[in-house]
Nanobody
Framework: QVQVVESGGGSVQAGGSLRLSCTASGHTFSTYTMGWFRQAPGKEREFVAGITSIGGVTNYGDSVKGRFTISRDNAKNTVYLQMDSLKPEDTALYYC???????????????????WGQGTQVTVSS
């Protein structure tokens, strides 16, 4: 049984920063490709960032490119999402997802990730 747990959400003013963390257990963490997604009320789930297992290849959604950074520490079984220059439109429930690595990049489609956390709320005020 794979368990995915996010932490680090909260409230911040526009222009501020937050760092989200996500741990995944139940399998060798270094074999997981990890992704961050978000969903705002009334909107579809959106791919935010992903990072592959070996090699740590990253990719980002267009709306966060240049402001968010995804990284991982396999020794701590943790993936991070550093969010800088936050905007009110970044307000959403942020989810971490995991899949056993099978490709050359982190997929942008949420359906390709079988394991999900419960989400952590990020609220950015103007």
């Amino acid at each position: 049984q794979v368990q995915v747990v996010e932490s680090g959400g909260g409230s911040v003013q526009a222009g501020g920063s937050l760092r989200l963390s996500c741990t995944a257990s139940g399998h060798t963490f270094s074999t997981y490709t990890m992704g961050w997604f978000r969903q705002a009320p009334g909107k579809e789930r959106e791919f935010v960032a992903g990072i592959t297992s070996i090699g740590g290849v990253t990719n980002y959604g267009d709306s966060v490119k240049g402001r968010f950074t995804i990284s991982r520490d396999n020794a701590k079984n943790t993936v991070y999402l550093q969010m800088d220059s936050l905007k009110p439109e970044d307000t959403a429930l942020y989810y971490c997802a995991a899949r056993v690595s099978g490709g050359v990049g982190a997929p942008r489609l949420g359906i390709l990730y079988p394991y999900w956390g419960q989400g952590t709320q990020v609220t950015v005020s103007s």
